[in-house]
RNA sequence: GGUCCCGUAGCAUAGUGGCUAUGCAGAGGUCUGCAAAACCUCGUACGGCGGUUCGAUUCCGCCCGGGACCUCCA
């Protein structure tokens, strides 16, 4: 199926083709490895993470999926220098002398916290192509930092590298992904100019001087070797051209990424390898909390550790978070975590139904799925698709369809877990129920076949102490294991 | 200050110039000794005030409220 996507760059929802047929390249800009990721970034993967999946088996493609590690910038070194408070010396161990040692027990720590949490929300690792780490391709910036500085379009200044920005608009737009209001922009930035030591205060940094205790690296431009480290848009640039090729199709992030992140990749993309970045950038909104900011001075920032302390299962905060389209503000609550946990249900119910009992109607699977497909293939519209599904499980029950009609669906299931992928295309698991619980089951069934319902209810007590809950049948009684 | 977005029934999330939405919660029912589960049925909502229109929740203006970006941030 076609898949229509908005494109930051046009503004406009565009029909979707691959730079190469059939194979679609991809670049997350992924975390910043220097704590817990928040569930605001999650959110972020998660978009990243739907779009490939609907790419794969809604529109057939093949996809390469890069999603990159920043384990060198300002934080992770503040947070690796010794004395910071930051630093867990239990899993981290002790802080050496090296602070590139230092910056990579801490940065390393926190990947694999990442690779937990997007595995818990869902995320497979498979679907990845490459998940590189910015310090394993510090050569690769630094080829691209001499390119542009060879095109005329980079300075050093005070041992740092800059892009020259005045230089590029002269010759190039600026701006492609955000409104960027120059004459604004240069008097808002004239704050960070001592700081960076930057010439013309619109010029953002590619390389930085080293600094005491810092990790560093030689950087040779021509003559000169400038210790340093990459300046943070660098990494996505050299990355994606490495492992992507450019352009690649489409780039994903946050919206705040889009200025100056993003038009800094394509500026110096651009000014270094000569080709553009990306022919689709797809940027998700924000989320709330509460219907507020989510920030850590209202106590409301939250990770997903803080979420499962909670005993929320990150299942239901991702099928929460499809409720919601991608680019609008989702506001993150735990009543509508808690909503979408009995949603998700009634949809594994009636999966389990499909495998338990039929009866003769028939219903037009392909129809459903060409509607849920066309919602997700026209930019990604899962609250859209989730809705028909709804409305389809409202007008047929699964118990009155007829066999056919459930194996049809179990596969449309099956496919379409495979995008949405909270569910479990299964027979209702087999509950193991203790001896003991049987017994107590046993005996309250008797008591109530005696009409002693003071005594089964009393049993019933006891087998919920247990953990299980009895639920009558006319014929008998099902155990099933009482949640939390 | 500049640029922009949003305000939909109790909660959340879609959408539309006239046909009234999806989930959860809630109400009633089937079933049951009672429950639970499951299933069935049920809700004419679109911030306020004006304007355009035969008709506006949907378009325009103003106001109120919330939020974002412009600065590290998904």
């Not at 992030?253 to 990749?265: A, I």
């Not at 389209?325 to 009636?350: I, K, L, P």
Request: aromatic share 10%; glycine share 6%.
């Amino acid at each position: 199926m076609e898949i229509r996507l908005y494109n930051t760059l046009s503004r406009t929802i565009e029909q979707f083709e691959p730079v190469e047929a059939g194979c679609v390249r991809m670049y997350s800009c992924g975390p910043t490895v220097y704590n817990h990721v928040h569930i605001g970034n999650l959110r972020a993967f998660l978009c990243a993470d739907i779009l490939q999946r609907v790419l794969r088996i809604v529109g057939g493609y093949q996809v390469r999926w890069v999603m990159n590690i920043t384990d060198i910038d300002d934080k992770t070194i503040r947070d690796s220098q010794p004395g910071s408070a930051a630093w867990k010396a239990d899993v981290m161990g002790a802080q050496t002398a090296d602070p590139h040692e230092n910056l990579r027990r801490l940065t390393r720590y926190y990947e694999q916290v990442f690779l937990h949490d997007i595995a818990a929300i869902g995320i497979r690792r498979e679907d990845l192509f490459a998940m590189p780490r910015a310090t394993e391709y510090i050569p690769a910036m630094m080829e691209l930092i001499e390119r542009i500085w060879r095109n005329g379009y980079a300075y050093v200044a005070g041992g740092s590298v800059y892009f020259d920005l005045s230089a590029w608009i002269r010759e190039h737009p600026y701006g492609l992904l955000f409104a960027v209001d120059l004459e604004h922009f240069v008097s808002g930035a004239r704050i960070d100019a001592d700081q960076y030591e930057r010439e013309e205060v619109s010029d953002f940094v590619l390389w930085k001087a080293r600094k005491e205790g810092e990790p560093w690296w030689d950087l040779v431009l021509g003559d000169q070797v400038l210790p340093g480290r990459p300046g943070w848009h660098i990494e996505c640039s050299a990355m994606g051209h490495e492992l992507l090729g450019l352009p690649f199709d489409i780039h994903t992030g946050g919206v705040d990424l889009r200025f100056p992140h993003h038009e800094d990749e394509i500026a110096q993309s651009a000014a270094g390898y000569g080709c553009s970045t990306a022919r689709f950038w797809v940027h998700n909104e924000f989320l709330e909390v509460e219907g507020q900011k989510m920030s850590k001075s209202l106590g409301n920032f939250y990770t997903l550790a803080d979420l499962l302390e909670r005993g929320l299962d990150p299942l239901d905060v991702r099928y929460a978070m499809l409720g919601a389209h991608y680019q609008s503000v989702y506001n993150f609550t735990f009543d509508g975590v808690a909503a979408a946990r009995r949603a998700r249900r009634r949809v594994q119910e009636y999966i389990y139904q499909l495998q338990e009992q039929s009866g003769r109607r028939s219903c037009d699977v392909e129809k459903l799925r060409q509607q849920v497909f066309a919602e997700l293939a026209d930019n990604l519209h899962t609250p859209k698709a989730l809705a028909a599904l709804f409305t389809f499980i409202g007008e047929h029950p699964a118990v009155e369809l007829e066999p056919s009609a459930q194996r049809a669906l179990l596969e449309f299931f099956e496919q379409l877990n495979s995008i949405v992928g909270v569910w479990e295309i299964a027979p209702r698991p087999l509950v193991v129920v203790p001896e003991r619980v049987r017994q107590l089951a046993q005996e309250r069934w008797e008591a109530r076949l005696q009409r002693d319902f003071a005594r089964a209810d009393q049993l019933r007590q006891q087998i919920a102490q247990e953990g299980f809950a009895v639920r009558d049948r006319s014929d008998g009684y099902d155990l099933v294991p009482v949640e939390e």
